[in-house]
T-cell receptor, first 115, second 110 residues
């Protein structure tokens, strides 16, 4: 597509439920990143996919968080047993080059509210 | 852990004024980037700087990378209401994902 597409744009869920957030990167972009942006905080790195390489999961805050990328394109971030502190905007970004030095193109994010 | 500190955290100015925002770290970065984010949207890349001392201009915006590649500044001349937004700096050592600062929230009042 022309840009990075994320869905849903907003999600309200009850504490303890599982949620799935979707990211459709720019066609042909091999690098895909997930970040989390909480109120008053900067963007917190979660996970990075590059081509067929094993993902860099070093930013995932707990084992309740997981992500996959199918066919080198669409990615899904799953949060199990959601907690109120998971409330944030989840941003996906993609890049046509493997090195972050070249910059990212971000989607508009999914605003997750856990009640 | 690489950290980027941005200052000021908030800035409210009148249209036509000049301003400078700063991004500082104790770490060396191979690349430093500036993004602008508007409400309900993702950050949009403004510029990438890679060489110590580098200066880049984008219309009324001037970006500078420190000589030691640990800090950067963004200067806006004659600010306009359309410049309102959250300005984020981000850095990488090359093979690592970008590390972001918490941003400077700029409000330009007409």
């Amino acid at each position: 597509g022309a840009g990075v597409s994320q869905s849903p744009s907003n999600k309200v869920t009850e504490k303890g439920k599982d949620v799935e957030l979707r990211c459709d990167p720019i066609s042909g972009h091999t690098a895909l990143y997930w970040y989390r942006q909480s109120l008053g905080q900067g963007l917190e790195f979660l996970i990075y996919f590059q081509g067929n390489s094993a993902p860099d999961k070093s930013g995932l805050p707990s084992d309740r968080f997981s992500a996959e990328r199918t066919g080198g394109s669409v990615s899904t971030l799953t949060i199990q047993r959601t907690q109120q502190e998971d409330s944030a905007v989840y941003l996906c970004a993609s890049s046509g080059r493997p090195r972050a030095s070249y910059g990212y193109t971000f989607g508009s994010g999914t605003r997750l509210t856990v009640v | 852990t690489q950290l980027l500190e941005q200052s000021p955290q908030f800035l409210s100015i009148q249209e036509g004024e000049n301003l400078t925002v700063y991004c500082n770290s104790s770490s060396v970065f191979s690349s430093l980037q500036w993004y602008r984010q508007e409400p309900g949207e993702g950050p949009v890349l403004l510029v990438t700087v890679v060489t110590g001392g580098e200066v880049k201009k984008l219309k009324r915006l001037t970006f500078q990378f420190g000589d030691a590649r640990k800090d950067s500044s963004l200067h806006i001349t004659a600010a306009q209401p359309g410049d309102t937004g959250l300005y984020l700096c981000a850095g990488t050592s090359g093979n690592t994902p970008l590390v972001f600062g918490k941003g400077t929230r700029l409000s330009v009042i007409a």
